[in-house]
């Protein structure tokens, strides 16, 4: 396939990054009568996310010898499926980062014009150094196709060719935080399928606990997060000839150690690493996406972008509004469509603070928590129309700094309350909870919910329906004291 003409300098060097201040997000999200909850999928391939012709040296490009689907595709699915918006995520390897400028960034230039109201950002998978996958996602700007390509040229660990081992190391992928971070705006990463590479519970392989410790201290405004319900998620329902048995059959890829109830462990284990996390106080947010490279129906193991998953932002629909939601948390993410909108508000005489905010109150008060969820009278994609069954209220403690950075445990993580059908008001598809928490010190609390009977996400057996296992997540509100 030859090159389509694009015109950039590619003589480019990080020598030419500018260092700047960077811009503080809101953490508490304003509401406005614009804002709305916006759903979006960060972790999408298309057919350049090629396959490699190893008999040449270098490796010749396979156009679409790991996704077939045009941008132009991915597009019309996500908006066939009730997405608002979505990143552009093709993975690298040697040169790709010349694919990616001279032909993947003209395609998703037309797909933004074919596809108007659908908000496109521009991204890349990277192999991360001395990790798995990333989701590397630039800020919508003038010179966006120049400053991936930088990255990807930099820092993508399988760029080069012939590989230099130099290129998979944790410093690198410090180097490669300073340089995003140094950029204004800077762009966001988020950790993909955090341990699909685990052979057991907290027995992790390419990403761990101290790594990602490492990464938010570096660039907390870049190293943000981690995906909490991974993408591969339609393995049962796959016709592929290759798949043969049920052993394989597992969600997302997970062979080491399964998902729960489609999350990672790293998210699902109540009081495991997430909690840990959120534990020091750090912002350290988490998604979902679909990964999709191949539906299901067509002989592959993915869902269509927003199909299965989706990765709600609270923002305005453009694409500052929707990054900065990213950044700052405001976000909750959802599995088959079992709800579409959240609002979690922690209350104290008058003052109040939302998904990814923090609220100060003087140690031993009240806080009111009022949880108001939308379960949508509709049909999802597989033609069901799941309900919520129940709805948990999760607190930990903010005990500070980890003096151990592989901590993957937080204890005081409890469920407080329980909410069923019993506890909640509804008014057509809104359901609306309150609880009256009494605070010791700092705290957090987020929200969870499922329409299953499990008391915790159990682990996902092989072959499982995901369309009877769902749940929802939301990130924390932070409880502060003086």
């Known amino acids: ?22 811009p503080a997000d809101s953490a508490d999200p304003q509401r406005t009568a614009t804002k709305q909850w916006l759903a979006g999928d960060h972790h999408i391939h298309g057919h350049y996310s090629v396959g490699w012709d190893l008999s040449q040296t270098p490796p010749a490009p396979i156009m679409g010898g790991d996704s077939k689907h045009s941008t132009l595709t991915n597009a019309q699915m996500a908006k066939k499926f009730g997405l608002s918006w979505i990143v552009t995520t093709d993975h690298g390897g040697p040169n790709h980062a010349k694919i990616n400028l001279r032909m993947a960034y003209p395609e998703l230039l037309e797909s933004r014009k074919q596809v108007s109201d659908l908000i496109q950002f521009y991204g890349m998978e990277l192999n991360t150094p001395a990790g798995d996958h990333s989701s590397l996602i630039i800020p919508h700007t003038h010179d966006e196709a120049e400053v991936l390509y930088k990255l990807e040229l930099g820092f993508d660990k399988k760029e080069a060719f012939p590989p230099t081992l130099a290129r998979d190391t944790e410093d690198k992928m410090i180097e490669a935080l300073r340089t995003m971070g140094a ?25 761990h606990p101290a790594e990602f410790r490492r990464w938010n201290d570096t660039a907390p405004h870049v190293a943000v997060g981690m995906v909490g319900a991974p993408g591969h998620q339609a393995f049962a329902l796959s016709d592929s000839p290759i798949i043969t048995n049920d052993q394989v059959r597992v969600r997302g890829g997970y062979r080491g150690f399964p998902t729960m109830g489609g999350f990672d462990q790293m998210t699902a284990q109540l009081g495991g690493f997430w909690d840990s996390m959120l534990g020091e106080g750090r912002h350290w947010w988490i998604t979902a996406n679909s990964d999709s490279h191949r539906h299901y129906s067509e002989g592959g193991i993915d869902f269509w972008p927003g199909e299965y998953s989706e990765t709600y932002v609270y923002a305005d629909r453009n694409h500052d509004s929707i990054l900065s939601g990213l950044r700052a948390g405001n976000v909750f993410v959802t599995t088959g469509h079992l709800i579409n909108e959240i609002d ?8 109040s603070a939302s998904i990814g905010g923090e609220i100060s109150v003087a140690a031993g008060s009240r806080v009111t928590i009022t949880i108001r969820v939308r379960d949508p009278d509709t049909l999802n994609a597989a033609g069901n129309n799941p309900a919520v069954s129940r709805v948990d209220l999760i607190m930990g403690d903010v005990l500070g700094a980890a003096t151990d950075p592989a901590l993957n445990s937080n204890s005081s993580t409890r469920v407080v309350r329980r909410f069923t059908a019993n506890d909640w008001k ?41 369309w009877q296992d769902l749940w929802f997540y939301t990130n924390p509100i932070f409880i502060k004291t003086p």
Do not use: W
């Open 344 to 351: 979690l508000e922690a209350n104290h005489e008058g003052h």
């Open 426 to 466: 509804r008014d057509g598809e809104y359901l609306t909870m309150t609880e009256t928490l009494k605070t010791s010190g700092q705290h957090y609390v987020r929200v969870r919910g499922t329409n299953t009977n499990e008391l915790e996400p159990e682990q996902d057996p092989p072959a499982e329906d995901p």
């Open 1 to 22: 396939m030859q090159f389509k003409p694009y015109i950039l300098s590619l003589t480019i060097c990080f020598s030419l990054l500018t260092t700047v201040s960077i």
């Open 183 to 207: 950029l204004n705006p800077p762009p966001i990463v988020i950790a993909n399928h955090p341990s699909r590479s685990a052979i057991g519970y907290g027995k992790y392989g390419l990403f």
